[in-house]
């Protein structure tokens, strides 16, 4: 099962491959991070995401993220200050937020053959209509928020563990969610619809909820509540 605690796996495992590397001959280097599968094929969004952004997205840019973070994690590990630790604070940010955040982002998505824009009755049908009024509602606010992005970054529906209640959040760049438990994700960098879209962000909006995963999302909002 997919845990919503991405974020904080990602953490420990970077401090345990630390502590290891400490106790290791320095040529035992083992690279952590790796680049996850698809749970389904390139093609398999289409019409509404093209096989062309899905490989591209998946093989080039999520790859960089994950070569970018195990440099990173490398560079940090032979650090021999702290100095040169804080300076590799951004790289750290960028590549694990762009690792963490691309690795929810596939399970969000699923084929409309399976469970792709499919919302069905249940916790989470229950707790949008709840928050935003209608699911139209909800849809309507989370993409003229997310478009109104300057720049890059990413679109969420994000439960706040303190309202008890799901709201709709932003972050710039690469930077994952902290502040909410995140339940669906969409990336608004270029690379994810410029192909497609150019630059008309509301058509790829209103496209990508027929191949959101809301079964996905539930699970994630079951897990927390």
């Known amino acids: 099962m997919f845990k919503v605690s991405l974020t904080r796996n ?4 970077s401090v345990a491959k630390r502590a290891a590397r400490a106790f290791a001959a320095p040529s035992a280097t083992a690279l952590l991070h790796t680049l996850p599968e698809l749970p389904y094929a390139y093609n398999a ?3 509404f995401v093209s096989e062309e952004i899905m490989t591209l997205h998946h093989q080039k840019h999520h790859q960089t993220y994950v070569n970018g973070l195990n440099a990173a994690e490398e560079s940090y590990a032979k650090s021999p200050s ?8 951004a790289a750290l940010k960028f590549n694990g937020g762009g690792h963490i955040n691309h690795t929810l982002f596939w399970r969000n998505l699923a084929p409309t053959s399976g469970d792709g824009g499919k919302l069905t009755d249940g916790p989470l049908k229950t707790a949008i209509e709840s928050d935003f009024g209608s699911i139209e509602e909800f849809k309507k606010a989370f993409n003229a928020k997310t478009a109104a992005i300057q720049g890059s970054g990413w679109g969420w ?11 709709i959040v932003t972050t710039a ?23 497609q879209y150019k630059n008309v962000k509301p058509d790829y909006l209103n496209a990508i909820w027929n191949v959101i995963n809301f079964k996905e999302a539930e699970k994630r909002l079951v897990e927390v509540q």
Request: proline share 8%.
């Open 10 to 13: 990602v953490l420990q495992r």
């Open 45 to 47: 969004l289409e019409p």
């Open 82 to 89: 702290v100095k040169e630790q804080i300076a590799l604070q």
């Open 157 to 167: 529906l994000g439960y706040n563990p303190a309202s008890k209640r799901l709201e």
């Open 173 to 195: 760049n690469q930077d994952p969610l902290l502040s909410h438990t995140p339940i669906i994700g969409i990336d608004i960098w270029e690379h994810a619809f410029y192909l």
